[in-house]
Structures are given as structure tokens and as C-alpha cells.
């Protein structure tokens, strides 16, 4: 019931910044957070960064301090700001959006990926 679009993609250098954007439509209403994780060759897939409809965020230690979440006011988009890219930040980035349906269970959504690679 949720559909996520996502843009923002693209090649940059090391040292460089490049801004992901992702748009929630259908059930938004329920969604009570969105964020972002990455899939790099030959890794799993491991979370980035997360924010909650309170504003709360939480990052992964290896990109906090330089890469900053926030959501819009409507809070049906997110984005992910990331600043001073390394080579090791190259992957596949998904966003997601987690909706409840239950005292403690909740709905898992996806976007298809947008391909993120930092040249040295």
C-alpha cells in the first residue's frame, strides 16, 4: 500500500556530495519512520540511516558525522545528504519505509535502488 520513488543517483569523486531523495505515496499516514540502507558487491545489505515521524534519527557509525537525514513537513519524503564521499560508500541505496499495522507489528516497504558510486 506504500510506493517509493527514488532519485538522486550518480557518479562523484571522493571528497564530493551527493543529495537521495524518496517520495511516499498511497498509505503515508501510518508510515512511523523511513530510511535508507546500502548493498555493496559482495556485502549484505546494511542499514544507513533512519528517522522517525518524531524527528529521531539514528545513523551507522561509519557514516555519521557526514551524511544527514531529514524528512519534509508532509513527512512522505526523505533525504539522505551526503557529504565528503568516500569509495567505500559505493553501493546500491534502498529506501524504506516502515508502516504499522498492529500494537507491535509492522509493514516493510522498498524502493527499486539508485546506483551511488565515489571515484578516488
Known amino acids: 500500500q506504500v510506493q517509493l520513488v527514488e532519485s538522486g543517483g550518480g557518479l562523484v569523486q571522493a571528497g564530493g556530495s551527493l543529495r537521495l531523495s524518496c517520495a511516499a505515496s498511497?498509505?503515508?499516514?501510518?508510515?512511523?519512520?523511513m530510511g535508507w540502507y546500502r548493498q555493496a558487491p559482495g556485502k549484505q545489505r546494511e542499514l544507513v540511516a533512519t528517522?522517525?515521524?518524531?524527528?529521531?534519527?539514528n545513523y551507522a557509525d561509519s557514516v555519521k558525522g557526514r551524511f544527514t537525514i531529514s524528512r519534509d513537513n508532509a513527512k512522505n519524503t526523505v533525504t539522505l545528504q551526503m557529504n565528503s564521499l568516500e569509495p567505500e560508500d559505493t553501493a546500491v541505496y534502498y529506501c524504506?519505509?516502515?508502516?504499522?499495522?498492529?500494537?507491535?507489528?509492522?509493514?516493510?516497504?522498498w524502493g527499486q535502488g539508485t546506483q551511488v558510486t565515489v571515484s578516488s
Open positions: 498511497g498509505s503515508i499516514f501510518s508510515i512511523s519512520a
Open positions: 524504506n519505509a516502515a508502516r504499522r499495522v498492529g500494537v507491535i507489528a509492522f509493514d516493510y516497504y
Open positions: 528517522i522517525t515521524t518524531d524527528g529521531s534519527t
